[in-house]
Nanobody, 125 residues
Framework: QVQLVESGGGLVQAGDSLRLSCAGSGRSISNYVMGWFRQAPGKDREFVAAISWGSGSTRNYADSVKGRFAISRDNAKKTVYLQMNNLKPEDTAVYYC?????????????????WGQGTQVTVSS
């Protein structure tokens, strides 16, 4: 079992930056692919970024965030980060962290085994 807790969300202006954290508890997260997803009001949950298990050598991003967001992991701290730069109003959503045991860094949410409760990010124009 892995429990995930997101933090770092808030209200910012367009162009600002935020760094989200996802802290894992229970088992080590080193053998888990970690992903970030988001859900805006009235919309489906969508993929944001994923990082492969272990050293995190593979990272995948949604086209909408490429060049602006960066995912990273610190296995010793059991924490995954999402650095978000040049935020836009369309980035406003609840951001969720998810974990998948020994899989591939994929965008499909149904393959992830564990989810956090989410953290709200609001970007004003």
């Amino acid at each position: 079992q892995v429990q995930l807790v997101e933090s770092g969300g808030g209200l910012v202006q367009a162009g600002d930056s935020l760094r989200l954290s996802c802290a894992g508890s229970g088992r080590s997260i080193s053998n888990y692919v970690m992903g970030w997803f988001r859900q805006a009001p009235g919309k489906d949950r969508e993929f944001v970024a994923a990082i492969s298990w272990g050293s995190g050598s593979t990272r995948n991003y949604a086209d909408s965030v490429k060049g602006r967001f960066a995912i990273s992991r610190d296995n010793a701290k059991k924490t995954v980060y999402l650095q978000m730069n040049n935020l836009k109003p369309e980035d406003t959503a609840v951001y969720y962290c998810a974990a998948q045991y020994l899989g591939a860094a994929q965008a499909e949410p149904s393959i992830y085994d564990y989810w956090g409760q989410g953290t709200q990010v609001t970007v004003s124009s």
